[in-house]
T-cell receptor
Framework: EAGVAQSPRYKIIEKRQSVAFWCNPI?????LYWYQQILGQGPKLLIQ????????DSQLPKDRFSAERLKGVDSTLKIQPAKLEDSAVYLC?????????????FGEGSRLTVL | AQSVTQLDSQVPVFEEAPVELRCNYS??????LFWYVQYPNQGLQLLLK??????LVKGINGFEAEFNKSQTSFHLRKPSVHISDTAEYFC????????????FGSGTRLSIRP
């Protein structure tokens, strides 16, 4: 079974530029998450999708971050314009159920450096 | 609201020595508990989870954790570590009532000395 795929693995941009990250979850997983992991901190949930609907985006900075999952499969996270404090690893995860007893399967992450 | 505290940001141990990584949580409701491991340049993967039942939970790679409700702790242990256990370990909680909002601690970096 293929794992969660993310791209690009690394991205360096200047502040005020835009960037987009892509995630393809494990086949059949209805729930998809985007987490932000700043160096030295644990992952912080940005947004959770159930199929193509948003379940929780309470911690997404909506003035600059946006995410979509149009067909209920892969997802894109965009940052525009980027700030220095957005430097982090962006992790995508998926799970078969929306339930909190399920195991999250993570991708390898997309490391963003904002200069 | 829930929170997770991992008291040790780094834990150095010698190979074949025992190790305990500490995790305390705060919650006004019942929670499920998890430990995830992140090897260098990889995503997180589940080590073990506590949902209900026996408070001693066994996971992969010889790790185990004990849920202590009175102390609100979920410490991770291994009796004898190997070089391959070098990684960052994250404790996580989610409330029963949530639609799976999992909250992670800040992580503990385990470094194994030969």
């Amino acid at each position: 079974e293929a794992g969660v795929a993310q791209s690009p693995r690394y991205k360096i941009i200047e502040k005020r530029q835009s960037v987009a990250f892509w995630c393809n979850p494990i086949s059949g997983h209805a729930t998809l998450y985007w987490y932000q992991q700043i160096l030295g901190q644990g992952p912080k949930l940005l947004i959770q999708f159930q199929n193509n609907g948003v379940v929780d985006d309470s911690q997404l900075p909506k003035d600059r971050f946006s995410a979509e999952r149009l067909k209920g499969v892969d997802s894109t996270l965009k940052i525009q314009p980027a700030k220095l404090e957005d430097s982090a690893v962006y992790l995508c995860a998926s799970t078969r159920t929306g339930g909190n007893t399920g195991e999250l399967f993570f991708g390898e992450g997309s490391r963003l450096t904002v200069l | 609201a829930q929170s997770v505290t991992q008291l040790d940001s780094q834990v150095p141990v010698f190979e074949e020595a025992p190790v305990e990584l500490r995790c305390n949580y705060s919650s006004s409701v019942s929670v499920y508990l998890f430990w995830y491991v992140q090897y260098p340049n990889q995503g997180l993967q589940l080590l073990l989870k506590y949902l209900s039942g026996s408070t001693l939970v066994k996971g992969i790679n010889g790790f185990e954790a004990e849920f202590n409700k009175s102390q609100t702790s979920f410490h991770l242990r291994k009796p004898s570590v190997h070089i391959s256990d070098t990684a960052e370990y994250f404790c996580a909680v989610t409330p029963y009532s949530s639609a799976s909002k999992i909250i992670f601690g800040s992580g503990t970096r385990l470094s194994i000395r030969p």
